[in-house]
C-alpha cells in the first residue's frame, strides 16, 4: 500500500537526503528531484586528479555533539568511516596568532585580567549553565556580549567576528544564535572518511538501495496544487504526487510556488534575511600557517570589506586538520567569507577575487609567494547563512505550507541552531515524519 503513496523531494542535500532516506525505509515511493549533478548542497565537493578524497567546496565539519549526523553515518552502515581529529583554531590579534578555545589557551590572549576574568564566566556561563535560547533571543549578540564580556573583550574578539559574518547587519543578531554556536561546539571536528561528498554519495546510494529514485541535472520549475494533489513541474511536464518535500531556500521556494506568494505564510518566507557565502580554495606547495593552526578568524575592523584590515574572514589551511596525503600532497588553503547575494564578490570575475585575497596571505605569513600556488577554484553560494534578528523564532514559517500536502524544509528553520549538515538531516527527518498519511 505504501509504494502507492508518492512523495517528491525537492534538493538531493542533507535534508532531502535524510527526509528520502527516512521515507524510502518506511516503503514509500520516494523521488528526489535535484538540479546539479551530484548530491551534497553546500556539503557536496569535488576531486582534482590525484587526489583520493574529495574536498568541500565550502569547509564543513561535524562537532562530537552533532549526534543526528552521527547517528545517520551508522544507520547507512559507515559508522567506522566517522573521523574527529582535533585541529587548533585560532585569532589574529595584533599581528599575531592566538589559541580561540575556551580553555586554558583563553588566559594568553592580550586581554586584561578583569576581561578575561569576565569572558571566562560567560563563556562557562553559556556553554554549562543556561539553555534558555528563548530568553536570549530577546537581546542582541552585540548589547549581551558587551554587558557581560565588557567591552574589551567584546570589541578585540567578537565584534570583529560579528562584522566579518554579518556585515552592516552585525547589531541585528539576536544572543541565541550566538548562544548556540558556543553551546554546541567540541574541540573535536569531525569528518567522513573520504570527504562530505562521500558521506552525501554514500547515503543517496542507501536511498537508491531502498528504492528511491533520484534525478540529477533535473531543476523543477514549478509547485503547486492539481485537483487539490500536490505537483511539480519538470521539464515542461507536470507531475502530481502525495506530498512534496522543498528543501530550497526561500526565495527559490517562493518563485516555484506562485500559490504561496500572497499568503501570510509566503510574506513570513519574504521576510526571512540571509547572506551569501564565498569561497576561493588554493591548492599550494608550501603552509601558510605553519604554527599548526587550521581554522584562523580574521579580524573584520569595518563592514566594508575594502576598508576592513582583511578582505575575507576566515584562513582555513584544510591541511592542518586532514593529511596531504589524501590529496597528493597539496597543501590546501581556504578563503572564506560571508556577504550579501549582491556584494561586488559575487560579480568579480575569479581570478580578479582570488588576486584581491591573496595579499592577506602575505600579511600572515610574509614568506608566502604566489608561485607557491599550483591551482586556485572559487564558489559562491547566495543562500547560506540566515540572519536571526530579536525575536526570531516567532517569525519563522512552519514546514507546513498552507498548501496541503506541500511542507517546506530549509536552513531558515533550523533555528535557534546554526546551519549545517547536522541540522539540515534533524529537519529533514522531521519533514519526513509531517509527510506521513494520516493515521
Given amino acids: 500500500m505504501s509504494q502507492h ?33 551530484a548530491a551534497g548542497g553546500l556539503a557536496a565537493g569535488f576531486r582534482d586528479e590525484g587526489w583520493d578524497w574529495t574536498l568541500e567546496k565550502f569547509y564543513h565539519h561535524w562537532f562530537e555533539t552533532d549526534t543526528e549526523a552521527i547517528r545517520l553515518a551508522g544507520e547507512i552502515g559507515f559508522a567506522d568511516k566517522v573521523l574527529f581529529p582535533r585541529p587548533k583554531t585560532s585569532y589574529w590579534i595584533n599581528g599575531q596568532i592566538y589559541r580561540s578555545e575556551m580553555n586554558a589557551s583563553t588566559l594568553k590572549l592580550p586581554l586584561s585580567f578583569f576581561s578575561l576574568f569576565r569572558l571566562g564566566l560567560a563563556g562557562v556561563y553559556l556553554k554549562f549553565v543556561t539553555k534558555n535560547w528563548r530568553a536570549l533571543e530577546k537581546v542582541t549578540a552585540h548589547d549581551w556580549m558587551r554587558r557581560y564580556m565588557g567591552e574589551e573583550a567584546y570589541n578585540r574578539l567578537w565584534r570583529p567576528l560579528l562584522i566579518g559574518k554579518f556585515a552592516d547587519r552585525y547589531q541585528d543578531v539576536n544572543m541565541a544564535w550566538m548562544w548556540a554556536r558556543i553551546y554546541t561546539r567540541s574541540v573535536r571536528l569531525g569528518i567522513f572518511e573520504g570527504g562530505f561528498q562521500a558521506f552525501m554519495d554514500a547515503l543517496a546510494e542507501a536511498v537508491r538501495g531502498r528504492g528511491g529514485v533520484i534525478h540529477f541535472n533535473t531543476p523543477v520549475e514549478q509547485i503547486g496544487l492539481v485537483d487539490g494533489k500536490p505537483a511539480l513541474t519538470v521539464g515542461g511536464q507536470t507531475r ?200
Fill in 240 to 439: 502530481a504526487f502525495d506530498r512534496i518535500i522543498s528543501t530550497t531556500s526561500p526565495g527559490l521556494m517562493l518563485r516555484l510556488t506562485p500559490a504561496l506568494r500572497d499568503t501570510p505564510y509566503g510574506r513570513q518566507m519574504a521576510d526571512l534575511h540571509s547572506i551569501g557565502a564565498i569561497c576561493v580554495v588554493l591548492a599550494l606547495r608550501q603552509s601558510v600557517l605553519t604554527d599548526g593552526t587550521y581554522w584562523l578568524n580574521l579580524p573584520a575592523t569595518s563592514a566594508d570589506k575594502s576598508a576592513s584590515e582583511f578582505p575575507f574572514l576566515a584562513l582555513v589551511e584544510h591541511t592542518n586538520w586532514l593529511d596531504k596525503s589524501h590529496y597528493n600532497g597539496d597543501v590546501l588553503v581556504y578563503c572564506g567569507d560571508y556577504v550579501p547575494p549582491d556584494h561586488a564578490y559575487f560579480q568579480m570575475r575569479d581570478d580578479d577575487l582570488v588576486a584581491r585575497f591573496l595579499p592577506a596571505l602575505k600579511k600572515v605569513n610574509p614568506a608566502f609567494s604566489p608561485d607557491w600556488i599550483r591551482k586556485t577554484w572559487v564558489w559562491r553560494a547566495p543562500y547560506a547563512q540566515p540572519v536571526p534578528g530579536l525575536n526570531h523564532s516567532a517569525k519563522i514559517p512552519p514546514l507546513t505550507t498552507p498548501l496541503p500536502g506541500i511542507i517546506w524544509a530549509s536552513m531558515s528553520q533550523v533555528y535557534p541552531w546554526d546551519r549545517g549538515t547536522n541540522y539540515a538531516i534533524l529537519i529533514g527527518r522531521e519533514a519526513a515524519r509531517l509527510a506521513l498519511p494520516a493515521g
Fill in 5 to 37: 503513496f508518492k512523495i517528491a523531494i525537492i534538493g538531493a542535500g542533507a535534508a532531502g537526503l535524510a527526509a528520502a532516506w527516512d521515507l524510502s525505509r518506511a516503503g514509500f515511493h520516494v523521488e528526489v528531484f535535484e538540479a546539479e549533478q
